[in-house]
């Protein structure tokens, strides 16, 4: 099957650092990667579209700035959270989209990533 | 807007009970899909089902049974015998098509806690 990894599973840092967080599609090409935030016991909302090559398209409400994409190659996306904050701990995870058989181009999910702000 | 609701917030069942969680969602795109994920306290989500809008059977697998009915915008998740491992968050997802790159839409999620 379709396998997504993300590295670190698990990172804490200081407030007002950078932490980067990789996607990666193992045995497939993506040329869509989402990403989404989870804060405690809430559901998972879409921060962003990465397309390979292009900018990605960031949804209402989310900073630009303060969260860099970059989806470099086919299998690799990253997410750059900048001058961290401890508002911004939370679970990231991303997912990639397959480009399956038939119509539907289904997404497959990393393990997420735990991100603690202090 | 797409829009999907879980009004099930919390659950809680003894072993070999059966669970239905309930699934309702919102869309004016005639073409959909809907899923269901299952969140463990790992945090890694789990593909359970998806099933397209024109797909109106029911599917059965194993102790996990769905119920599609477009009439009611419904999309239910039942478990039969729940057992202790089924402890989870579960999550309905919608589909939106938009430019082509399909979103997924979540519902804020049902926890289900199977006691022994």
């Known amino acids: 099957g379709a396998v997504v990894s993300q590295h670190p599973s698990r990172v804490i840092c200081k407030s007002g650092t950078s932490v980067k967080i990789e996607c990666r599609s193992l045995d497939f090409q993506a040329t869509t990667m989402f990403w989404y935030r989870q804060f405690p016991k809430q559901s998972l909302m879409l921060m962003a579209t990465?397309?390979?090559?292009?900018?990605?398209?960031?949804e209402q409400g989310v900073e630009k700035d303060k969260f860099l994409i970059n989806h470099a190659s086919l299998t690799l996306s990253t997410l750059t959270v900048t001058s961290a904050h401890p508002e911004d701990s939370s679970f990231y995870i991303c997912?990639?989209?397959?480009?399956?058989?038939?119509?539907?181009?289904?997404?497959?999910f990393g393990p997420g990533t735990r991100l603690t702000v202090l | 807007a797409q829009k999907v609701t879980q009004a099930q917030t919390e659950i809680s069942v003894v072993e070999k009970e059966d669970v239905t969680l309930d699934c309702v969602y919102e869309t004016r795109d005639t073409t959909y899909y809907l899923f269901w994920y299952k969140q463990p306290p790992s945090g890694e989500l789990v593909f359970l089902i998806r099933?397209?809008?024109?797909?109106?059977q029911n599917e059965i697998s194993g102790r996990y049974s769905w119920n599609f009915q477009k009439s009611t915008s419904s999309f239910n998740f039942t478990i039969t015998a729940s057992q202790v491992v089924d402890s989870a968050v579960y999550f309905c997802a919608l589909s939106e098509n938009q430019g082509g790159s399909e979103k997924l839409v979540f519902g804020k999620g049902t926890k289900l806690t199977v006691n022994p």
């Open positions: 099933r397209n809008s024109f797909d109106e």
């Open positions: 997912s990639a989209r397959h480009p399956g058989q038939y119509t539907y181009n289904e997404q497959f």
């Open positions: 990465s397309n390979e090559g292009s900018k990605a398209t960031y």
